[in-house]
């Protein structure tokens, strides 16, 4: 079982549509982050949260810590939030606060 | 500030050639991490500094691999004796010890064939 799991792997929407992404933690963590890679690789830092809730234009990302779980929720999708959604928990200073991916989830939002 | 530079960002290689990736990372971090990320995967660690000390190597930086942070500014990543399997995209972040927020750079992806 990977230490950071995401759901659903792969997520296609209509234009408007709100959109969920899930992700499920199992080791201690100081901070999650949900990153957004586009074709060609670059990384994309959208959130970096510890508790509660951010939001972020139409981007909300929240995070349950008891649960271990966070979710970032993409309202009023639209075509360019086409991309690979990747959460990554962050391990805590004395692991050297690296990133665990989980394997992304590819959106794609046609209009 | 450019945020973190790699170059190059593409290499094709002959299997069993040496190739060097660069990354540079944003001036004030103190921290600097190597990922690597196969197609369809999310990335895997690989290493960290924090200035120009290497503090973590992961099981998959076999003795092919090596890297430095001589200054505690840019770092470089070596491949020795390249193989087909280490066809990937290598990923570079820096941050503050201080602040847990990264800065990607645009990967090098490394082909070869």
């Known amino acids: 079982k990977n230490e950071v799991e995401q759901s659903p792997q792969n997520l296609t929407a209509q234009e408007g549509e709100f959109i969920t992404i899930n992700c499920s933690y199992s080791?201690?963590?100081?901070?999650l982050h949900w990153l957004q890679q586009h074709p060609g690789g670059g990384i994309v830092s959208l959130f970096m949260?510890?508790?509660g809730k951010k939001k972020h234009g139409r981007l909300i990302a929240t995070i349950n810590i008891q649960e271990k779980h966070s979710s970032l929720h993409i309202t009023a999708s639209h075509p360019r939030d086409s991309a690979v959604y990747i959460c990554?928990?962050?391990?805590?200073?004395?692991?050297?606060?690296?990133?665990?991916f989980g394997e992304g989830t590819q959106l794609t939002v046609n209009p | 500030d450019t945020g973190v530079s790699q170059n190059p960002r593409h290499k094709i290689t002959k299997r069993g050639q040496n190739v060097t990736f660069r990354c540079d990372p944003i001036?004030?971090?103190?921290?600097l991490y190597w990922y690597r990320q196969t197609l369809g995967q999310g990335p895997e660690f690989l290493t960290y500094?924090?200035?120009?000390?290497?503090?973590?190597k992961s099981r998959l930086l076999s003795d092919r691999f090596s890297a430095e942070r001589p200054k505690g500014s840019f770092s470089t990543l070596e491949i020795q004796r390249t193989e087909q399997g280490d066809s990937a995209m290598y990923l570079c972040?820096?941050?503050?010890?201080?602040?847990?927020?990264?800065?990607f750079g645009s990967g090098t992806r490394l082909t070869v064939v």
């Open positions: 972040a820096s941050s503050l010890v201080s602040f847990g927020g990264y800065t």
């Open positions: 080791v201690g963590i100081s901070a």
């Open positions: 949260l510890s508790s």
């Open positions: 990554a928990a962050r391990g805590r200073v004395t692991s050297g606060s690296r990133l665990t």
């Open positions: 001036s004030e971090h103190n921290r």
């Open positions: 500094f924090q200035n120009e000390a290497q503090l973590e």
